[in-house]
Structure formats: structure tokens, C-alpha cells
């Protein structure tokens, strides 16, 4: 069981490069979550899932999409990478049962130049 | 809009001392508030969290303690410990998806 996990660990990208994180959960989880981790700034949430093929707007969605085509996967995408989405990115699941729980990967740290 | 406030931002306590973190939240539709335990490196895991009809939970070493009237929750480290040492997130949350709102983060280090 390995929880929550995420490719890649670090990248560095070009302004204007294009990638994909992608966060896998074999939980069997409903519910998915991508935050972006800044210093001083603590975790906001960028967009999150309740369910397979949903998507939903979190706190700060701009410059981001997310795709949810299989339960266990989430992904979160950058077409045209800004110096100021330079950050750790988190991912985190849950279940759809009456315990909150969030689980979080170990994060992915992205350094846009 | 920063909904949930924390802090201090960071703190110094020594070994076997009692280590106090503050949140406060605006939203009175919050109806969760877990806090997070981070270390350096790896992504944040949950460590106790309390619901607003109770006023105190205790897990351990560490205590929520709610004030709903005040909207504040504070985490209580009792006997800290080295190990302790790591940034706390407190948060809170509502709805079914359970959206969290995050406070900004306190890096704790607990000294010899």
C-alpha cells in the first residue's frame, strides 16, 4: 500500500514550458486535491475532485487544468509555466466516509526560470 | 482573503516545555479543524483534529482547545520534544468535498 504518490519529484522548467504533475492513490479514494505550498503562504488549494471525471475550482485555479479520468489518478497541468508558479506542489485524497482525512504525497517541487 | 490565521509563525521551546500554536478563523460555516505536523521534505500528515460541538480534545501530548464563541482553536504541545520539531499547519473546513483552508504555517524547534 503505497498511499499517495507523485511524478516527478523536482523539475525545472523554461517561461512558457508545458508540463504534467501527476498524483496516483491506490486507497481507493474519492475525493482528490492539488495544492501548491509557498513559503509564508501555507498550502492553498488549487483545484480538487469529487469523484472520477469531475474537476472543481479551488483558491487560486488560474494558470492551472486538472483531469480526473481514473479514480486512483489526478493530474494537474501547467501549458505556459510562469516564474511565479514556481512552488511544492502537494497532492492529497480522501475517502467519501465520515472521517475528513486528508493524505498527502510528498510533493513535487517545481522551479519555473 | 485569508480566512484562517495563525500563529506564531515560528517557535523556540526548550526540551520538556510547553509549545502553544494559535489559530482564527472568520467562516462560521466551518465545521472541522485538524492540524498538520510537516517535516522537512515530506508532505504534511494529519495530527489531531477537533469538531466545534467539544472544546477540548486531547490525543497524547497534544490538545486542540476550541473556543467557538472567540473563533480561535489553539494546538498544545505538552513535554516537547526534539522530535517535535517541524512546521504545524492548523486548517478548517466545510462541505462535502471537505475543503480545507490552511493557516500559514509555524515552524516549531524544540531545543535541548
Redesign the interface.
Known sequence: NAG?TQTPKFRVLKTGQSMTLLCAQDMNHE?M?W?RQDP??????IH?S?GEGTT?K??VPDGYNVSRLKKQNFLLGLESAAPSQTSVY?C?S?SAGGR????????TRLTVL | QQQVKQSPQSLIVQKGGISIINCAYENTAFDYFPWYQQFPGKGPALLIAIRPDVSEKKEGRFTISFNKSAKQFSLHIMDSQPGDSATYFCAAGTGTASKLTFGTGTRLQVTL
Open positions: 499517495v475525493y486535491y495544492y509564508g503562504m501555507g498550502l492553498r488549494l480538487y469529487v472543481a479551488g483558491e502537494f492529497a480522501r475528513h482525512t486528508q493524505y498527502f504525497g510528498p510533493g
